[in-house]
């Protein structure tokens, strides 16, 4: 992921983040001369009057108009919670949700996560708007092919300039769903576009923190309300996405126009959509992978005296640990997730609980576990041979890890995932049937029905936890 | 204005926004094979399983609490309307009204209009939260210390590359506004400002289009949500922006550092605000100045044989009109500027209204304007002499025309200009009202009172029009 950039960053910028925050949380009320003190009004009276001025003006009724559609307030389903919001604020929520776990969808060409921002904002939009399921696939379809197809175009250099890609490209994906949903003319969705075009969010920098999943939100929030704002008459420019001082070229040096336009309605992005198997580092997951078919061919635990492990350098020097002591130095241990795979056959957000991390049974095994260096082993394959208490001697190689392009994840495994994840929230029998809503959704008439299925019914109160 | 750019911009870039809007528009509902129809579904249970996971995550919680808080939505006003909406709302709203005239003020060294994102969200917010007038006045010159400190740090570069630098800064500005009235600490503070550096807002394609006058209305949003979210515990990047993935080194490559930290807390930037006296092109505004003077100093139209200007040639190539047919065309028309000076002493909006631009007297006048070019004059100058009917001859000269840092509007004038783009809305006593309490704000033990005055009430109905 190392590349150059245009422009050398500059690693010994003074703290200027913090020296504002002290200057604006600490600075003496009225820590200033008479003349500041009446500039500071002349500003405000001014602004007061300019605003007066063009109050009825149709750039500012246009403007209400999408406002005005977010109320009353209570429209759109927080998925896995009881509280209703707006849609906006629904898109906003379910696009933070989604990515807060970092387990979400992955185009690898790009490394946007598409679903966050195109989902978050269609689901919204269409289950307020009485949508139905058929209309809610076409425009996951088409929004996270405009993401990707404007990603591919500017990936590599606008990532390595520092945008977080899945937010920069995702406030255009979920512009052009909601325009979709809506059913706006080419006209207004260009338009809608090209509102979303003003809205690039995210950078890299924030990673690590909860800001991170704000941006597919964010991304989710500013494309509902772009095509909302284009519905009700707001105007954009008609190229702000190429134009020389549009989106594209301000945000990215390198702009392969190609890209988007090639094989366009013939090649879809979302074909090339992966999906994390595993709630850790992706360089441990061939290593679980590999464990969990060991268990699959019928190994047991107790069965086991021994797992002699080679993997890639690269594997023991990051995630080495082999006496993790919680849930989160467990995501960075192979050896935990080798146990996870053979205990559970798989390595969940559950299979990092503390509880289960500590457990006598998963101790025991994770010492179990001989890992070896083998640099003929590729970083994404792993190679595990389980030696039994009767001396028989399993072996697995896996080659590409399940959840690779490769080797996707099965229907039936991404249904395990998301059991993982949504049963502790709702119940497993809410849970079925919201698995059951999501695979029939394109016959669904409304999706309200799954939006509602996915929430949290306030009595019920939340299942665990 | 013109500079040289790191990278040459690509003015042959095909028409993609066109493209994708076309195609999201029209490509048929499930126009694609079952394995993308597939992967669709694959796509939506994976995002609504990832979802519903992480519902009761902090993060999530964090967010909804900043979104709960703008319900119910009867919060905030909408200067010179009767609706009255969330103060999130309100802060776009105010903000693009207060720059669709583009009559806003302009922090010249950076040409950022600072009042549009700060004092937009700051207004909403102490409305709302009850604020006092001291602490909107203490929010409304640090907050426009903080955008304008960054823009000096990244301008031209920055503004060269595409950035409507209003927007890009506005978030930040609105941010630390916002912090500030919700009295955050300086941890909180920096959180509130690291979440609005993930939300720069605004390219120069847009310039011409509704969506220049979103950008700021966006910031003030953008900023208000920002401090909400800190409030609520939300977390960003402590070094969010300065780090080499962090917002400015991301945006521009430019980053003179000393322009934040350098006598900050002395001198303060709103100093160097200044506020456009007429609405019109800012070539012609040495020439209205001129006529008005002659007007002050008692030349009326009827005296008037003819008025010789002398001014710099690119006065009469960009507004040489001398017979414009209406309110758009003179804004472009240097004749049609003096005309208004001398009638009328100034030039607002509504000298710009097509029935005046028609009037007999108005036409006649025009005619009376003989300009000539003299290149001994500046651009920012203008030499005016009114030849009178029984022979005098007064003359003026305007050196730096009203409005200029070196002369900058009076207080009446200020109040002139208010009342001009103010009266038609709210009408004459009511507009009063409000100057009197924009001067006095300071003193106000509630923010609440001004804004209030600054609404339409919904029986009086618009003054006119």
Same mark, same amino acid.
């Given at each position: 992921?190392? +590349?150059?950039?245009?422009? &050398?960053?500059?690693?010994?910028?003074?703290?200027?983040?913090?020296?504002?925050?002290?200057?604006?949380?600490?600075?003496?009320?009225?820590?200033?001369?008479? /003349?500041?003190?009446?500039?500071?009004?002349?500003?405000?009276?001014?602004?007061?009057?300019?605003?007066?001025?063009?109050?009825?003006?149709?750039?500012?009724?246009?403007?209400?108009?999408?406002?005005?559609?977010?109320?009353? &307030?209570?429209?759109?389903?927080?998925?896995?919670?009881?509280?209703?919001?707006?849609?906006?604020?629904?898109?906003?929520?379910?696009?933070?949700?989604?990515?807060?776990?970092?387990?979400?969808?992955?185009?690898?060409?790009?490394?946007?996560?598409?679903?966050?921002?195109?989902?978050?904002?269609?689901?919204?939009?269409?289950?307020?708007?009485?949508?139905?399921?058929?209309?809610?696939?076409?425009?996951?379809?088409?929004?996270?092919?405009?993401?990707?197809?404007?990603?591919?175009?500017?990936?590599?250099?606008?990532?390595?300039?520092?945008?977080?890609?899945?937010?920069?490209?995702?406030? $255009?994906? &979920?512009?052009?769903?909601?325009?979709?949903?809506?059913?706006?003319?080419?006209?207004?969705?260009?338009?809608?576009?090209?509102?979303?075009?003003?809205?690039?969010?995210?950078?890299?920098?924030?990673?690590?923190?909860?800001?991170?999943?704000?941006?597919?939100?964010?991304?989710?929030?500013?494309?509902?309300?772009?095509?909302?704002?284009?519905?009700?008459?707001?105007?954009?420019?008609?190229?702000?996405?190429?134009?020389?001082?549009?989106?594209?070229?301000?945000?990215?040096?390198?702009?392969?126009?190609?890209?988007?336009?090639?094989?366009?309605?013939?090649?879809?992005?979302?074909?090339?959509?992966?999906?994390?198997?595993?709630?850790?580092?992706?360089?441990?997951?061939?290593?679980?992978?590999?464990?969990?078919?060991?268990?699959?061919?019928?190994?047991?635990?107790?069965?086991?005296?021994?797992?002699?492990?080679?993997?890639?350098? $690269?594997?023991?020097?990051?995630?080495?640990?082999?006496?993790?002591?919680?849930? $989160?130095?467990?995501?960075?241990?192979?050896?935990?997730?080798?146990?996870?795979?053979?205990?559970?056959?798989? &390595?969940?957000?559950?299979?990092?609980?503390?509880?289960?991390?500590? +457990?006598?049974?998963?101790?025991?095994?994770? +010492?179990?576990?001989?890992?070896?260096?083998?640099?003929?082993?590729?970083?994404?394959?792993?190679?595990?041979?389980?030696?039994?208490?009767?001396?028989?001697?399993?072996?697995?190689?896996?080659?590409?890890?399940?959840?690779?392009?490769?080797?996707?994840?099965?229907?039936?495994?991404?249904?395990?995932?998301?059991?993982?994840?949504?049963?502790?929230?709702?119940? /497993?029998?809410?849970?079925?049937?919201?698995?059951?809503?999501?695979?029939?959704?394109?016959?669904?008439?409304?999706?309200?029905?799954?939006?509602?299925?996915?929430?949290?019914?306030?009595?019920?109160?939340?299942?665990?936890?």
């Amino acid at each position: 992921m190392a +590349r150059n950039t245009q422009v &050398a960053a500059d690693h010994h910028a003074p703290p200027v983040t913090q020296t504002l925050a002290q200057f604006v949380a600490h600075h003496p009320s009225r820590g200033w001369s008479d /003349a500041v003190e009446h500039e500071a009004h002349r500003t405000l009276m001014n602004w007061v009057g300019c605003a007066v001025g063009a109050a009825h003006h149709e750039t500012a009724t246009a403007a209400l108009g999408a406002v005005q559609a977010l109320q009353p &307030a209570s429209q759109a389903t927080l998925l896995g919670r009881s509280e209703r919001v707006d849609m906006a604020s629904a898109a906003l929520i379910n696009g933070i949700s989604s990515h807060t776990f970092d387990f979400d969808d992955t185009h690898l060409k790009t490394i946007i996560h598409p679903a966050g921002p195109v989902a978050s904002a269609a689901l919204a939009l269409a289950e307020h708007a009485g949508g139905s399921g058929r209309a809610l696939i076409d425009a996951l379809v088409l929004g996270i092919d405009v993401s990707c197809r404007v990603g591919n175009a500017m990936y590599p250099d606008h990532y390595d300039r520092g945008w977080h890609i899945t937010g920069s490209t995702g406030s $255009l994906g &979920a512009a052009a769903a909601c325009a979709r949903l809506l059913k706006l003319d080419a006209g207004k969705t260009a338009m809608a576009l090209g509102i979303a075009a003003s809205q690039p969010i995210g950078v890299r920098e924030q990673f690590g923190t909860m800001t991170k999943p704000f941006h597919p939100g964010a991304a989710a929030r500013a494309g509902l309300m772009a095509a909302l704002m284009a519905q009700h008459g707001y105007s954009a420019s008609a190229k702000a996405l190429e134009a020389p001082r549009g989106m594209m070229q301000t945000i990215s040096t390198k702009n392969d126009w190609s890209e988007i336009t090639s094989q366009l309605g013939e090649r879809f992005e979302i074909s090339f959509n992966t999906y994390k198997p595993f709630a850790c580092g992706i360089v441990i997951h061939p290593s679980i992978d590999a464990c969990a078919r060991l268990r699959a061919q019928g190994v047991t635990p107790d069965q086991v005296e021994r797992i002699e492990l080679k993997v890639h350098s $690269l594997v023991l020097e990051l995630t080495g640990n082999k006496e993790p002591a919680d849930g $989160l130095q467990a995501k960075f241990s192979v050896f935990h997730g080798c146990a996870a795979g053979l205990t559970f056959g798989h &390595a969940a957000e559950e299979q990092f609980d503390d509880a289960i991390v500590n +457990r006598p049974d998963m101790v025991a095994l994770r +010492r179990k576990v001989v890992a070896t260096v083998d640099q003929a082993i590729d970083e994404a394959s792993a190679d595990v041979t389980a030696v039994l208490a009767d001396g028989r001697r399993v072996h697995v190689f896996v080659e590409h890890a399940v959840g690779s392009l490769a080797n996707p994840m099965s229907d039936a495994q991404l249904e395990a995932k998301f059991r993982g994840m949504a049963d502790p929230v709702l119940g /497993a029998a809410r849970c079925s049937a919201l698995i059951a809503a999501c695979w029939h959704v394109a016959a669904a008439a409304e999706v309200r029905t799954l939006a509602r299925q996915g929430a949290l019914s306030a009595e019920a109160g939340r299942h665990t936890g």
